[in-house]
Structure formats: structure tokens, C-alpha cells
């Protein structure tokens, strides 16, 4: 193994392990703040319990996040700093916004959420989660923005000199049009997760005999929000994908090509479901396909016209010399169909959670009962299959059409030095992974807790009502 094999295998396995993290703490952030404004609104005690219940889970999480994505910081400057020092003027800005403002934001504000809970008046204390939970979104954006000059290169000159990107225009780097599109498609994965979890727990409550009877109501609210919250999360998702389909093919038709294995160019072309050939798709024994679908994913007509990968490959040789601009096929192919086929499967799993839960039902269903335990992990390998589409399709660039990934490789660090360093990191991810896995199995077993009553000693808020003194 050389050491760019190495360098991108410990950085897609610290990458994808750190994303396990992102799309729970966006969307279970959004997810509390709605169980307590729920409260706040209504009065009703069952939304403060699913708001502090959820809560854990979500600060479990967070943490935890926090630490992994560190980590990635790191790998630029050590297995990575020719591309650093390449594209570091812009790939430099927006991470440091993100670390100075967003981060700084949702950290500070979910510090207020942590300790104000008998501090601050709940109109206060409720704001201070929903800053919290949009600082978490702004800093996906701005993460999103920096990826987004990797797959489509805007607001910068070369130069010359020194050999270096620079940054000519931040505005332009801002409103990318892959940026302005995959953050919603992000934000909806996010949904789709964090909507998964906890239709998931509160289901397993409900299959539960012990669960208590004053609970099993909270519990079918939370079923029916979680459930709500992921079919409008992948409803999201196929509109948005839709339309990062069409600027994909207008930026990387290469990756386009890659997702359908389509090495001839054809007009229309239709989309496989799957397909059974050899392993890089040029030979084709069956597939079951949709006709005219991948013109209309590609171009937004039935009949549009599809660049296989060879003309592709021909148009690139043309542009930027010889060599080889194809992906990896077989694992584009398989990521683009496992991203949306796990994402449509929690979906149909939501819908069928709505329907055992009806006018006021308990699920009794025992099929259900046995996918409940992998319901949160169906978004989980959809998001993560699909950062993986994402970025391997893009290959062999590490900043499309300016640097390729073998150029960006630190030049003074060893084979050695980046296997003990990749060993290092895999058997402290795993260490956590059961850290995290036996924390949020630990306090989603626990149910919902106990309310102890007002703080009759503590000062009015600033609704003229007793503050609660709800500690965690």
C-alpha cells in the first residue's frame, strides 16, 4: 500500500465515522427545540419529558461529535498539506467563519440551554435552543461551502508564482450552486436521521409492557412526530437530489456517468434499478431498468441526452492531458442506488409506524417490532453512502479540474507514519463508537424521567411564573 492509499483510507474512515454524529446532532437539535416549544405553548407535561429525554440523547451525541470532527482538522495538515498549502487561501476562510461564529454560536447557546433550565424565564431559555440548533445549520453551511469548491471550483485565480489558489471573489465562493443545493439536501438527511431515532425509541417504548400508562401517550406523540418529520424529510430529499442530479451532470457529467455505469452515451437513457454483469459495469447480463428516468434525473426531459463515460473520459483527456478521469465505478454505482434505497426504506417504515399508531392504536404488529432496532441506522448508511457517492465519484480530483488527490498528499510523510497513525485512530474511534453506542442505549432504555416539582424558593421569571427546576 503506498501512502496514498493509506492517507485516503484514513481519512474516508475518520470522515464517514464523524458524519455518523452531524446529521443526528442537526436534526435531533431541531427536533427538542419543537418538543419544547411544544411545552411552552401548550403547558402539557408530556412534551417537557420527551423535550429532556430527547435532550440527552442529543447532548450524548453531540459531544461526541465534537471530538470526531476535530480529528479532521488535523488530517489536512498531516497527511494532506500539499493540497492545504494549494487551496488553503479558500478552503481556509470558510471553516475559520465556521469555527469562530457558528460553532461559537450553538456552543454558547447550548451551554444557556444546559444551565438555564431554573435560571432563565422559558420564553428565554426556549430561544436559546433554537439559536443553538440554527448555529448547527449555518455551520453545516459553511462546511458545505468549503466542500463545494472541491466538487465545483468558483471566486478564485491561480497564481502563478506561487503556485497557490487564491481567493478573488468570498461572495462567489458563498453561493456556489452545488453548495446552494446540497445544503438542503443535507439538512433534509439530517431530518430523515434524527426523525428515525426517535420514532424509533418511542416505538420500542410502545412495544414495551412496562412502559408506563402516563407515558405510552407522550411516547405515541413522539412516534407520530418522528414518523411525520422522516416522510417529509425524504420527500425533501428526492426534490432536492432532483435538482443536484441536473448540476452534478452540469459540473461532473464524469460522476453522473459513474452513478449509472453508462459507458456508451445515450439519449434517452434509462436508469437500473440494479444490475447483474461484471464488477465495472461493461459488460451487462440483466438489469431491471426504468425507461427514459435517468435523462429526466440528468437533463429534466425524458428524451435529454446522457455523456457516457468514454466521451466523457475523451472530452477530459482533451481539456486536461492524458490519464485515467474515471471513478470507481462499481462503487459509484452501488453508492448512489444503497443512498437513496436506504433512505426510501425508512420511509416506508415511518408510513407503517403512522398506520399501527392510528386513532390512538398501540403497534402490535411483530414484524415492525423486529425493524425497530435498525430503523435509525437505515438513514445512517444512506447519508454516509452518500458522502462516499459524493466524494470518490469525483476522483481522481481532489479539487475538480485544478489539483488531482495523488498531488495533494503531505510529500514528507511515511507509509509507516500514516498506518500507526490510521491504527491509532480506528482502535480510539472504536473505543468511543461503544462509548456512544452503551450511552444512548443506556438513557433510551431509561424512559421518560420523573418531573419534580417548582422551585417554590426560586424568583418569579419573566412570565410572572415560578421558574422549574429541571436539572440534568
Not at 427536533?31 to 419544547?36: E, K, N, T, Y
Not at 468549503?146 to 471573489?169: C, H, I, K
Not at 445544503?183 to 434524527?194: D, I, K, M, S
Request: aromatic residues 14%.
Amino acid at each position: 500500500m503506498e501512502v496514498l492509499d493509506a492517507s485516503r483510507w484514513q481519512f474516508a474512515v475518520t470522515t464517514v465515522y464523524h458524519f455518523l454524529f452531524v446529521p443526528l446532532t442537526i436534526g435531533l437539535s431541531f427536533l427538542v427545540a419543537g418538543f419544547q416549544t411544544a411545552w411552552v405553548r401548550t403547558g402539557n407535561e408530556k412534551w417537557l419529558k420527551l423535550t429532556k429525554f430527547y435532550g440527552k440523547l442529543f447532548l450524548i451525541n453531540f459531544a461526541m461529535g465534537v471530538v470526531t470532527g476535530i480529528v479532521q482538522e488535523f488530517q489536512f495538515g498531516m497527511n494532506w498539506s500539499a493540497y492545504s498549502r494549494y487551496v488553503g487561501d479558500i478552503f481556509g476562510a470558510p471553516l475559520a467563519i465556521e469555527g469562530l461564529l457558528a460553532f461559537f454560536l450553538e456552543s454558547t447557546f447550548l451551554g444557556l440551554w444546559i444551565f438555564g433550565w431554573d435560571k432563565l424565564s422559558k420564553r428565554i431559555h426556549l430561544a436559546c435552543i433554537w439559536i443553538a440548533a440554527a448555529g448547527t445549520a449555518l455551520s453545516a453551511y459553511f462546511i458545505l461551502a468549503a466542500n463545494s469548491f472541491m466538487q465545483w471550483p468558483v471566486g478564485y485565480r491561480v497564481n502563478a508564482t506561487t503556485g497557490r489558489a487564491e481567493l478573488t471573489d468570498f461572495w462567489a465562493t458563498m453561493t456556489n450552486k452545488v453548495a446552494l443545493i446540497t445544503f438542503p439536501h443535507t439538512l433534509f438527511g439530517c431530518f430523515l436521521t434524527a426523525g428515525a431515532l426517535v420514532m424509533a425509541v418511542a416505538l420500542w417504548h410502545l412495544y414495551r409492557s412496562k412502559t408506563p400508562k402516563e407515558d405510552r401517550a407522550a411516547f405515541r406523540s413522539a412516534v407520530k412526530m418522528g414518523a411525520i418529520t422522516t416522510l417529509i424529510a425524504m420527500a425533501g430529499m428526492f426534490v432536492s437530489g432532483d435538482i443536484q442530479g441536473k448540476i452534478m451532470t452540469e459540473t461532473q457529467p464524469m460522476k453522473m456517468a459513474a452513478a449509472e455505469a453508462l459507458y456508451e452515451t445515450e439519449q434517452p437513457a434509462a436508469f437500473s434499478l440494479f444490475t447483474i454483469g461484471t464488477l465495472d459495469g461493461t459488460e451487462e447480463v440483466y438489469a431491471l431498468k426504468v425507461p427514459n428516468l435517468l435523462s429526466f434525473l440528468a437533463t429534466g426531459t425524458l428524451d435529454g441526452e446522457v455523456l457516457g463515460i468514454n466521451d466523457v473520459q475523451a472530452q477530459y483527456e482533451e481539456l486536461y492531458g492524458p490519464g485515467d478521469y474515471r471513478p470507481n465505478i462499481p462503487l459509484a454505482y452501488w453508492s448512489f442506488r444503497g443512498m437513496i434505497g436506504f433512505g426510501a426504506l425508512a420511509a416506508l417504515i415511518a408510513l407503517w409506524a403512522l398506520w399501527s399508531i392510528r386513532k390512538g392504536r398501540e403497534p402490535t404488529s411483530r414484524l415492525l417490532k423486529f425493524a425497530v432496532p435498525f430503523v435509525p441506522l437505515f438513514p445512517l448508511v444512506g447519508n454516509s453512502l452518500g458522502w462516499i457517492f459524493t466524494e470518490t465519484g469525483r476522483q481522481p480530483w481532489i479539487v475538480f479540474s485544478l489539483l488531482k488527490t495523488a498531488d495533494g498528499v503531505s510529500p514528507s510523510v511515511s507509509i509507516t507514519e500514516v498506518l500507526l497513525s490510521f491504527a491509532a485512530f480506528t482502535i480510539l474511534y472504536s473505543i468511543l463508537a461503544v462509548v456512544e453506542v452503551g450511552l444512548l442505549l443506556k438513557y433510551a432504555r431509561a424512559g421518560l424521567p420523573d418531573l419534580p416539582p417548582a422551585d417554590t424558593d426560586s424568583d418569579s421569571d419573566a412570565d410572572g411564573e415560578k421558574p422549574l427546576a429541571f436539572a440534568y
